[in-house]
């Protein structure tokens, strides 16, 4: 499929929290106009979502998750899918895992480089697949 550009994280932000509603618009305008091409885009929007989320609007887990999952479920949008799919129950259920470890766990696993190696304990014990060094 064409693609129509790529999105940034202020550009989703807007789109699902509609609080600058003149950016929603705009964004929704976007979307409307792009003939059915798709928005590129990168993971680390998804990561700077969920941290903005948690931080700054004081989302939960759960809600992040539910967020984010119906975000890259959009037929408008090429994101990585799969990745997410299973990155964000992991983060939903591990609440002391950040949505960054959620991440690499998952990436590891979809790319069979598994054990993800790590220094941190928290995540060597909760994550499947992460084995503490040393």
Same mark, same amino acid.
């Given at each position: 499929?064409?693609?129509?550009?790529?999105?940034? %994280?202020?550009? /989703?932000?807007?789109?699902?929290?509609?609080?600058?509603?003149?950016?929603?618009?705009?964004?929704?305008?976007?979307?409307?106009?792009?003939?059915?091409?798709?928005? %590129?885009?990168?993971? %680390?929007?998804?990561?700077?979502?969920?941290?903005?989320?948690?931080?700054?609007?004081?989302?939960?887990?759960?809600?992040?998750?539910?967020?984010?999952?119906?975000? =890259?479920?959009?037929?408008?949008?090429?994101?990585?899918?799969?990745?997410? =799919?299973?990155?964000?129950?992991?983060?939903?259920?591990?609440?002391?895992?950040?949505?960054?470890?959620?991440?690499?766990?998952?990436?590891?696993?979809?790319?069979?480089?598994?054990?993800?190696? %790590?220094?941190?304990?928290? /995540?060597?014990?909760?994550?499947?697949?992460?084995?503490?060094?040393?």
């Amino acid at each position: 499929m064409l693609t129509a550009g790529s999105l940034d %994280t202020n550009t /989703l932000l807007r789109l699902v929290l509609n609080d600058v509603p003149e950016q929603n618009e705009a964004v929704l305008e976007l979307i409307r106009n792009a003939s059915g091409k798709q928005f %590129t885009v990168a993971d %680390t929007v998804f990561i700077e979502m969920a941290f903005a989320l948690g931080r700054y609007y004081r989302f939960s887990r759960d809600q992040i998750a539910l967020v984010l999952g119906a975000v =890259a479920e959009r037929i408008e949008l090429k994101c990585n899918r799969e990745l997410f =799919a299973r990155a964000l129950p992991l983060f939903a259920e591990h609440r002391k895992l950040s949505f960054e470890d959620c991440y690499l766990v998952t990436y590891a696993e979809l790319n069979v480089a598994t054990p993800l190696w %790590t220094f941190d304990r928290k /995540l060597a014990a909760q994550a499947p697949n992460s084995q503490l060094i040393g």
